[in-house]
């Protein structure tokens, strides 16, 4: 519901909200630029002192200013003609125009009305609850995918439009719910929606009838700063029955042109002093940096608006569609799944077809939204779960676990918990089985025992069924066809290959990026747009399992390039080892954003072994401003499968690699990877310490080892790799 809350109202009315905050924007840079250029007052200058200095200089002044950047503008009559002039307060003398902005009257028309009158002002005034209902409900999306408010600021990872989406939002949220509440307040009172309060003094009964005192010698001129000025009304020349009229942040009041006695006073109200604060809080009158702020937190709305609609392209080319999905209340059996590629969300609509087709009312959604309380017909709860990396949630699914560890009592209903993973993979199924373990800690009774999927077997979903449909009374015939990924076919251009002599054959194959067009170059579709770190998936002749590779290479580089190892037996690595440049073979991009080296200057310790020296031989290649990378490679001889090793050592000349350290194990004196880490346990220390972010590509044998000699590296420093991890500077591309 929340999360339809935020998206309808984005979708429907991005163009209106963008040109309500880009407008706000351009605003709240004039009232910063005012008080920089207007002469501002010096400390303990007194209206008196100002009104005498200005009278001086125009004997028919009839009104003086002050605006809250503390311009102070002077009105006056001079031979039956009209002048106005901004005022340097220190001498009373007008140092420029006192017209109005253009640029900024045309600006402000703009943004509270689009030149439309009521009608337009009611167009902004519902741009401004349009953004209040994104700003409120974003907040609580951003806080259940960081997995609490507590953790409003923990590390993200997906795909870049999401990440850049929430990471704007997280910055700019009060400042949207400020800006977007104020504006509704405003537009509330010009339709006169709210109470009015008049504190304007009562006029004086009777006055001295004299004139000519001398604004030196009124009092309450002399008292009143010019710091909180407003306005001050001369009376009219000639006519002795009219008086002074003082404005100032306290109040108002009039006082006797003939004797300087205050006649009558009022105090601001309550109200009018709300309704000032909303007004400067809105407009950054009177608190410019405020203004300032609130205008660069507006200039994230297209931003937002922009990868928001990404983000929904995305989710709708990376789910099915899901029919017949019924809400979340009325629905008796709850759908959640935690999918990172998309895979797990086929799955999850051939079970809703089927449920559907037996008769089940079923509500589908990401493990994200997991709320109890929204679903009040609830009688069975089935996790369709994927596991990301070591045992980690997947990105749908992110703070499931914690909101599951909060809650105090269990749902009433069911639960089933289905796994899907890589059995080859050490941690297989390690986020479904903690989220069973975690259901079972919190008395949530089970349905199923935890079942797995191994490598998206459909075998091994319709066996689930049957247990699932055996525990619901029904039939249940679970035949599910993956879908595959649109792939396009990639032409070998060369390859070079290595490891030979050590029973290890492997390759380095570069493919020609196929032609993308336009629309595909400007939102990352397809091979539109990748990066070293990003994954290759083939498809094999005779497979509808797709393999993934680590992509060495990046658009700009003008090809596609990957290490692949021929594995005994190995379907996709056979059938790549054996193209010959010419040949084809049928490929899809998919993004990994979170062993991308992201941009910064902090030093890179890039650690792998084997084909691992793929994405991280592509991240050196793209290191064009010479950041600091320290490369450690495992290989085991350099005579047969250094990979890479002549393009290093350019690389190394030319600044992008500051330093290459390399371990032999079948060398005079073999060494592994992380020897080679141990032995240069001290620079290590000093550089992650300094804030040096980490990332190891390779075998999962490897990968941990290298965990270990950091953990026996890190431990003098007061650091780990599971602190290293949480923070996002200890990044895995692990197999």
């Known amino acids: 519901m929340i999360r339809a809350f935020h998206r309808w109202p984005g979708l429907l009315a991005l163009a209106l909200v963008s040109l309500l905050a880009l407008s706000g924007a351009a605003l709240s840079v004039f009232p910063a630029a005012d008080r920089i250029a207007a002469p501002q007052a010096g400390a303990g200058l007194s209206v008196a002192t100002l009104a005498t200095r200005i009278q001086a200089a125009y004997p028919g002044v009839e009104q003086i200013r002050r605006a809250p950047s503390g311009r102070v503008t002077a009105y006056w009559f001079?031979?039956?003609?009209?002048?106005?002039?901004?005022?340097?307060?220190?001498t009373g003398q007008g140092v420029g125009s006192a017209d109005p902005n253009r640029t900024e009257r045309w600006l402000t028309n703009l943004h509270r009305s689009l030149f439309l009158g009521d009608g337009?002002?009611?167009?902004?005034?519902?741009?401004?609850?349009?953004?209040?209902?994104?700003?409120?409900?974003?907040?609580?999306?951003?806080?259940?995918?960081?997995?609490?408010?507590?953790?409003?600021?923990?590390?993200?990872?997906?795909?870049?439009?999401g990440r850049l989406h929430v990471e704007i939002a997280r910055v700019a949220v009060l400042g949207l719910v400020l800006s977007s509440s104020t504006a509704l307040w405003m537009a509330a009172s010009t339709f006169d929606l709210l109470p009015v309060a008049n504190s304007a003094p009562a006029f004086p009964a009777g006055v001295s009838g004299e004139t000519g005192v001398a604004l030196g010698a009124i009092e309450l001129l002399q008292k009143t700063?010019?710091?909180?000025?407003?306005?001050?009304?001369?009376?009219?020349?000639?006519?002795?029955?009219?008086?002074?009229t003082l404005k100032t942040d306290m109040g108002a009041g009039y006082i006797d042109q003939g004797t300087g006695a205050l006649l009558s006073w009022a105090d601001l109200t309550g109200w009018e002093r709300v309704s000032e604060t909303i007004y400067m809080l809105h407009t950054g009158q009177g608190a410019a940096?405020?203004?300032?702020?609130?205008?660069?937190?507006?200039?994230?709305?297209?931003?937002?608006?922009?990868?928001?609609?990404?983000?929904?392209?995305?989710?709708?080319?990376?789910?099915?569609?899901?029919?017949?999905?019924?809400?979340?209340?009325?629905?008796?059996?709850?759908?959640?799944?935690?999918?990172?590629?998309?895979?797990?969300?086929?799955?999850?609509?051939?079970?809703?077809?089927?449920?559907?087709?037996?008769?089940?009312?079923?509500?589908?959604?990401p493990m994200s939204g997991f709320d109890p309380q929204?679903?009040?017909?609830?009688?069975?709860?089935?996790?369709?779960?994927?596991t990301y990396g070591d045992g980690d949630a997947p990105a749908s699914a992110k703070?499931?676990?914690?909101?599951?560890?909060?809650?105090?009592?269990?749902?009433?209903?069911?639960?089933?918990?289905?796994?899907?993973?890589?059995?080859?993979?050490?941690?297989?199924?390690?986020?479904?089985?903690?989220?069973?373990?975690?259901?079972?800690?919190?008395?949530?009774?089970?349905?199923?025992?935890?079942?797995?999927?191994?490598?998206?077997?459909?075998?091994?979903?319709?066996?689930?069924?049957?247990?699932?449909?055996?525990?619901?009374?029904?039939?249940?015939?679970?035949?599910?066809?993956?879908?595959?990924?649109?792939?396009?076919p990639l032409t070998l251009v060369s390859r070079r290959d290595y490891g030979a002599e050590v029973q290890a054959p492997t390759a380095i194959l570069r493919f020609a990026v196929p032609r993308e067009s336009l629309w595909h170059r400007l939102t990352g579709r397809g091979f539109g747009r990748f990066q070293a770190g990003d994954l290759l998936g083939i498809l094999p002749e005779g497979s509808a399992v797709p393999r993934f590779y680590s992509l060495a290479s990046a658009q700009r580089d003008g090809f596609v390039e990957i290490v692949v190892r021929k594995h005994p037996g190995g379907r996709c690595s056979g059938q790549l080892m054996a193209l010959e440049p010419g040949q084809t073979v049928s490929a899809f991009l998919r993004t990994n954003p979170d062993f991308h080296a992201n941009r910064g200057g902090v030093p890179l310790i890039l650690i792998g072994a084997g084909t691992g020296i793929g994405p991280l031989a592509g991240i050196v290649r793209a290191n064009a401003r010479h950041r600091p990378i320290h490369l450690f490679f495992g290989m085991r001889h350099p005579e047969s499968d250094f990979i890479y090793g002549e393009d290093l050592a350019g690389w190394q000349a030319e600044?992008?690699?500051?330093?290459?350290?390399?371990?032999?194990?079948?060398?005079?004196?073999?060494?592994?990877?992380?020897?080679?880490?141990?032995?240069?346990?001290?620079?290590?220390?000093?550089?992650?310490?300094?804030?040096?972010?980490?990332m190891v590509c390779g075998g999962r044998d490897m990968a941990a080892g290298v965990t270990d000699a950091l953990a026996d590296i890190l431990a003098p420093v007061g650091l780990t790799p599971v602190a290293l991890k949480s923070e996002g500077r200890y990044v895995e591309d692990v197999y």
């Open 399 to 488: 703070g499931f676990l914690d909101r599951l560890s909060r809650l105090e009592t269990a749902p009433a209903a069911p639960l089933a918990v289905l796994g899907f993973g890589d059995r080859s993979f050490a941690h297989y199924c390690d986020f479904a089985r903690a989220i069973s373990d975690m259901a079972t800690a919190k008395g949530w009774q089970g349905l199923l025992s935890c079942d797995t999927v191994n490598r998206q077997s459909p075998q091994d979903f319709a066996r689930w069924g049957q247990a699932l449909g055996a525990a619901m009374g029904i039939d249940l015939d679970l035949v599910h066809q993956p879908v595959l990924p649109a792939s396009q």
């Open 374 to 386: 929204r679903y009040a017909r609830a009688e069975r709860f089935i996790v369709l779960a994927a």
């Open 655 to 694: 600044g992008r690699l500051f330093r290459l350290a390399t371990a032999i194990s079948r060398g005079a004196s073999p060494q592994y990877v992380q020897d080679a880490l141990r032995a240069d346990a001290a620079q290590l220390a000093g550089l992650i310490r300094g804030g040096a972010r980490i």
């Open 289 to 365: 940096f405020l203004g300032l702020v609130l205008g660069l937190m507006a200039l994230g709305v297209p931003v937002m608006g922009a990868t928001g609609v990404l983000v929904w392209l995305a989710g709708r080319r990376g789910r099915p569609g899901i029919r017949n999905n019924q809400p979340a209340g009325r629905a008796e059996t709850i759908l959640l799944v935690g999918s990172e590629g998309g895979s797990t969300w086929g799955f999850a609509a051939t079970l809703h077809k089927a449920l559907t087709e037996a008769g089940q009312t079923v509500h589908t959604a």
């Open 120 to 161: 337009g002002r009611i167009a902004m005034a519902t741009a401004a609850a349009a953004m209040l209902v994104l700003a409120l409900s974003g907040a609580v999306l951003v806080a259940r995918r960081a997995g609490g408010w507590r953790r409003w600021f923990a590390p993200l990872r997906g795909p870049l439009a």
């Open 78 to 90: 001079e031979d039956g003609t009209p002048g106005a002039a901004i005022i340097d307060p220190a």
């Open 225 to 244: 700063p010019v710091a909180e000025l407003r306005a001050l009304n001369f009376p009219y020349p000639g006519d002795a029955s009219d008086v002074f």
